[in-house]
């Protein structure tokens, strides 16, 4: 299934084309969202940097992220009959392997607007690739997935709220922010101050919001589930009781039907 947005797509390996292919796709992928995690240490690091030391941490971690979706992406090529619709069909990738060695190779903080818009739009793609390859896995039905996965995002937000957020003393304090921030509570007490913290609370935001979506959408389905099984066992129950009367009024037509070619003989 091709996963897509617009333009943008991630859509994996034709079922026609070569089976390794599809085989080494099938791994790659999961790899691939994973390392995409790594644009959120780079940027915040890039953004946050104070000395030239963390500066080159930052982008030996965007170097590392474009040279493994680059050897992934020549990996599966090498294995496919059909290079060039494989390239179209995984455009996101593509911009994400040059959006990453792009940033590595230039801009110093403070960030220009240009900069802003261009590395803000790049990490927006980084979140929207790791949301469509977790589509398919975190559905409705999945409830315990969703509650870890709820808990692991408030958890990350927790820890990243209490890196970048001075007024932030103490990881409660970063949880309480990224609850509140995740559910658009915002009570006031702690706010995000710095450019970091509220690029980083937009995000908080929406991934938050999305996940606590799904979790409440998730108990709703169960409770309408059990109400959808009950309603179906009585439609099972009645059709049941309908196909035994239509059957017993076959009975009864056969059996007048003999009776009245009895009476003509």
């Not at 089976?19 to 390392?35: E, V």
Request: net charge positive; with cysteine.
């Amino acid at each position: 299934m091709v996963n897509s947005l617009g333009f943008f797509r991630i859509g994996g390996v034709d079922s026609h084309d070569n089976p390794r292919a599809i085989r080494a796709w099938r791994h790659i992928r999961w790899f691939l969202c994973a390392w995409s995690l790594l644009a959120i240490p780079a940027f915040y690091g890039g953004l946050t940097a104070t000395t030239g030391a963390a500066l080159v941490v930052a982008r030996v971690l965007y170097l590392c992220m474009s040279a493994g979706f680059a050897v992934s992406i020549l990996r599966v090529l090498y294995l496919s009959k059909k290079p060039k619709a494989l390239l179209s069909h995984n455009r996101l990738d593509v911009v994400i392997t040059m959006g990453a060695a792009l940033s590595a190779g230039w801009g110093t903080p403070p960030w220009h607007t240009a900069e802003w818009v261009l590395r803000l739009l790049f990490v927006s793609l980084v979140a929207v690739r790791i949301v469509l390859s977790l589509k398919s896995f975190f559905t409705p039905s999945r409830l315990v997935w969703l509650l870890v996965a709820g808990a692991a995002v408030l958890a990350m937000a927790g820890a990243g709220f209490l890196w970048i957020e001075p007024r932030v003393h103490s990881y409660a304090d970063g949880l309480w922010l990224a609850f509140e921030s995740s559910a658009t509570v915002g009570y006031g007490d702690i706010a995000p101050t710095t450019p970091a913290s509220r690029v980083f609370a937009v995000f908080v935001v929406l991934l938050g919001y999305g996940m606590l979506s799904l979790v409440f959408a998730s108990i709703a389905a169960a409770f309408v589930g059990i109400e959808e099984r009950a309603l179906r066992h009585e439609m099972h129950r009645d059709i049941k009781h309908l196909n035994e009367e239509i059957a017993q009024l076959h009975l009864e037509l056969r059996a007048l039907r003999e009776t009245l070619m009895r009476s003509s003989r």
